[in-house]
């Protein structure tokens, strides 16, 4: 039987990107593997979100190759991302034998039955329909406890700095029915919790003739599905997350209490060369909401140090609202300049990078700071959480995440992997609560 290896890099929607090529292959005649030397296939599921995702893409694209070069008749592939940026670029190094972009993965079979090693193949194009919702993903993660469906593709912002719309093409929403079955299907294989996965999820939007589902009416279809099932979800944009949406969130115990809500920047100047379409005051207000109506809802962000023309005061800005907010944790990232961005064609990226690593280095410490706080006001607190099974450091405690997605250890009574275990936390560190 030919063997597929498949390695996989960038956001979540990527990891069930995976999960829909394997389901493609499969029904192909392809086998997974996770043991490169055993492969007829090496693929990579690729990220173009900031340089150094790329580069370390180039570096695998080499191993790939010498794979290729010692054992004859192996292919390489590369897919998702950064296949959609460079397109036959790839082509020209003569080290890839396909090029397949986010939309196209349906013509996988058709493309690698026409291989030979003169002729590569490529199909890099994107689509306004395709959502792949009829194709059920081959589960990839390794407890069965938790998947992801996505929801919805491509982006319809175009924040100035950010390649996915270039590289996922238009927004577009998958069917609510084909996305409930998908929840239903994973709940009777013994999952516990589903993560709907979006861009933007607070824009998702389904009409037919008979209905319009937007992204609050859709969490309630899921979170129909079963009072056993936890429904999480990712990303919510600021500019877009409604009343409604959280409003749904409180009436449902079993939606999960929270938002990952990106922010970017504290500075008002700078979101809006950002293009975010919100201002200081409006995330801040959206937070407020948030915990007027959830006070235990968990709240994450993403920031990003040295956007172009960031000053002190802008960075200033960003550390004082992250200051004011407290986010349980972040991801954060100094600015990399993104080919075709209209960042890239009409600002200049002038923040050195010394200072851009400077000020990355100050958030980083702050959060720090933050979480630990955040964790330590859970101290006392009862909470749910779903057991994932053995703590990775000390496999006689378990592990699993609360309702607010904290990370919780507990010793081991007789309880397994997709049970829900009521404990209290005692003590914490800066990403762990530990609890009994
Ligand atoms: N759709 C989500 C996030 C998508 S990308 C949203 O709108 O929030 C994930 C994160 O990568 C972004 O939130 C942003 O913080 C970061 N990011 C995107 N482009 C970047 C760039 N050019 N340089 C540095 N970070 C970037
Ligand atoms: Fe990128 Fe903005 Fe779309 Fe998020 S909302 S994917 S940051 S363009
Ligand atoms: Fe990366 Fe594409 Fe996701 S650029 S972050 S893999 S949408």
């Known amino acids: 039987m030919k063997k597929v290896y498949i390695e996989t890099y960038g956001c979540q929607m990527n990891v069930n990107d995976t999960e829909v090529i394997f389901a493609i292959l499969a029904a192909d005649g392809w086998e997974r593997t996770e043991d490169m030397s055993q492969a007829n296939l090496l693929m990579a599921n690729t990220c173009s979100i900031r340089d150094n995702a790329e580069q370390r893409i180039w570096g695998r694209i080499e191993v790939f190759n010498q794979q290729r070069k010692s054992r004859p008749g192996v292919l390489v592939g590369i897919v998702g991302c950064m296949a959609e940026r460079l397109k036959d670029k790839l082509l020209d190094t003569r080290k890839v034998d396909l090029v397949v972009g986010p939309d196209a993965y349906r013509s996988l079979p058709k493309l690698l039955s026409a291989i030979t090693p003169d002729n590569p193949q490529i199909d890099v194009l994107l689509s306004r329909d395709e959502t792949y919702a009829d194709i059920t993903p081959v589960r990839t ?41 998908e929840a239903c299907d994973v709940f009777g294989k013994g999952y516990k919790e589903v993560t709907l996965l979006g861009q933007n999820v607070d824009s998702y939007l389904w009409k037919d003739e008979t209905q319009t589902v937007n992204f609050a009416r859709l969490l309630e279809m899921v979170a129909a599905v079963s009072p056993e099932l936890r429904v999480r979800f990712a990303t919510s944009h600021p500019k877009d997350i409604s009343d409604e949406v959280i409003e749904t969130m409180a009436a449902h115990p079993n939606i999960c209490r929270h938002i990952h809500l990106p922010v970017q920047s504290g500075s008002t100047r700078l979101l809006e060369k950002m ?19 959830m006070p235990d809802c968990g709240l994450t962000t993403d920031v990003i140090a040295g956007f172009c023309s960031e000053t002190l005061e802008d960075h200033a800005d960003t550390l004082s609202l992250m200051d004011q907010v407290g986010f349980d944790w972040a991801f954060m990232f100094a600015y990399s300049d993104r080919p075709g961005t209209l960042a890239n064609r009409t600002m200049v990226d002038d923040v050195p990078a010394d200072e851009k690593n400077r000020r990355l ?19 006392g607190k009862k909470v749910r959480v779903l057991v994932e099974g053995p703590s990775k450091r000390d496999p006689s405690q378990l592990c699993g995440r609360a309702s607010n997605n904290m990370m919780c250890v507990f010793p081991a009574r007789d309880l397994r992997k997709g049970d829900y275990a009521d404990v209290t936390v005692v003590d914490c560190t800066s990403a762990t609560l530990i609890c009994e």
């Open 141 to 181: 993660d390794k407890n069965g406890i938790s998947a992801f469906i996505s929801i919805m593709r491509g982006c319809n912002n175009v924040c100035s700095y950010c390649v996915v719309p270039y590289t996922r093409g238009a927004e577009r929403s998958r069917d609510p029915h084909s996305i409930v079955r």
């Open 275 to 293: 293009r975010r379409k919100y201002t200081r005051e409006w995330y801040l207000e959206r937070v407020a909401k948030i915990r007027s109506v």
């Open 361 to 379: 280095n100050e958030i980083i410490e702050l959060q720090n700071r933050k979480s630990l706080e955040r964790y330590r006001a859970q101290i």
